[in-house]
């Protein structure tokens, strides 16, 4: 019943913004961490961003002054605004759920390819 679904992902030049979405639903969404995560075929999925149930926020060092994590408990959305883009930035992006600190699992989006390219 837990499901997360992303929106937001597209083709952008370098230097371009896009933001994305992750609408929530199945939990009590005010009390999870949520995170997005990234990733590209090879490669181990990168944390990129997180935002705890009390709205504290961490970047990876590689997005930090460039992406924005926020969080609207009222309509169970996370969002990821993501500016200065840059090729590297190239991948699919997860929304996350962590519901470990209530003996749950870690819940993942189907994911959406964001490509960064000129």
């Known amino acids: 019943q837990v499901q997360l679904v992303e929106a937001g992902g597209g083709l952008v030049q370098p230097g371009g913004s896009l933001r994305l979405s992750c609408a929530a639903s199945?939990?009590?969404?005010?009390?999870?961490?949520m995170s997005w995560y990234r990733q590209v075929p090879g490669k181990e999925r990168e944390l990129v961003a997180l935002?705890?149930?009390?709205?504290?926020?961490n970047y990876a060092d590689s997005v930090k002054g460039r992406f924005t994590i926020s969080r609207d408990n009222a309509k169970s959305t996370m969002y990821l605004q993501m500016n200065s883009l840059k090729p590297e930035d190239t991948a699919v992006y997860f929304c996350?759920?962590?519901?470990?600190?209530?003996?749950?699992?870690?819940?993942w989006g189907q994911g959406t390819q964001v490509t960064v390219s000129s």
């Open positions: 996350n759920a962590d519901g470990r600190r209530y003996a749950l699992r870690l819940y």
């Open positions: 199945g939990f009590t969404f005010s009390r999870l961490h």
């Open positions: 935002i705890t149930s009390d709205g504290s926020t």
